[in-house]
């Protein structure tokens, strides 16, 4: 594993639970009645207290997605997160959808310990073509100055079909070599959804010396299975009220989750 994944998560297999910040200004979801940041802080502060190990600030409801964020999204997300950033506890991440750069961009400047994003590929999706670029990302990270900030690179994604003909253990284990992520994360085909328990353990088999996360769909009854095979996830439609997306988030179901995940790491 990278100095980064374990300069922020030591030898821990990480449970990352998702903030789903509210739809932004110019969205077509954006209800200006929604306190965004009032609503952020109430995932924050169940997510810390059930003992999440890191948060991570996503726009899932920016809904449809763009690849080209628009700079009002970001900064509004960087303003919410600033507004909070005295009451985290723990390391926290970001993910601006599917825009790389901005997601770059927003880890810097409000001082993300991570950066979640599909950095590589390419894929016929229901955005249009997806052609991210890794080595773009990375070299801006660099040149503001975070190199330490960690880069995990999603390599399925969702609402999305990879063009690339390779296996997917080939397209993971082509990205580490090529690309430097932090962590290798598998996914399902959309928010929520799980991955095949038989991906992860195939990417993690060519992969055993690089972080292997399940990125979606991670349920309560189903989170032990995946800490024996992977490095740790990432959770959030299974933390909701009635286990929706697009509720907020249970603290019961929250604190619930943790004591699962906390029995299968010992």
């Not at 996503?58 to 507004?83: C, H, K, L, W």
């Not at 599917?98 to 955005?127: H, K, N, Q």
């Not at 040149?143 to 960690?150: F, S």
């Amino acid at each position: 594993m990278t100095m980064n994944f374990k300069s922020i998560f030591g030898e821990t297999k990480p449970v990352i639970g998702m903030v789903h910040i509210g739809a932004l200004p110019g969205s077509p979801l954006f209800d200006p009645a929604l306190d965004l940041v009032a609503s952020a802080r109430a995932d924050l502060l169940a997510l810390q207290k059930a003992g999440f190990d890191a948060v991570m600030f996503g726009n899932e409801n920016d809904r449809p997605y763009e690849f080209d964020v628009d700079t009002a999204s970001t900064a509004t997300m960087a303003v919410i997160i600033g507004q909070l950033k005295s009451e985290i506890t723990v390391p926290f991440g970001v993910n601006v959808l599917w825009d790389p750069m901005s997601s770059i961009a927003l880890g810097v400047a409000t001082g993300a310990a991570f950066v979640r994003e599909i950095f590589t590929g390419t894929y016929a999706s229901d955005m249009g073509p997806w052609t991210p670029d890794a080595g773009g990302a990375m070299r801006y990270r660099n040149r503001l100055g975070r190199p330490d900030m960690a880069m995990l690179y999603n390599v399925c994604a969702e609402f999305a079909h990879s063009l690339d003909q390779r296996s997917l253990p080939d397209r993971a284990r082509s990205a580490v070599f090529s690309s430097i992520p932090d962590a290798i994360l598998v996914s399902g085909q959309i928010t929520g959804e799980a991955a095949a328990l038989s991906d992860l353990e195939a990417v993690k088999a060519v992969l055993p010396g690089t972080a292997v996360m399940a990125n979606t769909g991670v349920k309560h009854d189903t989170v032990a299975d995946i800490l024996a095979i992977a490095d740790g996830c990432i959770v959030g439609s299974s933390l909701k009220v009635d286990g929706d997306t697009w509720n907020c988030i249970d603290p019961e179901r929250a604190s619930d989750f943790m004591d699962r995940a906390r029995a299968a790491r010992i």
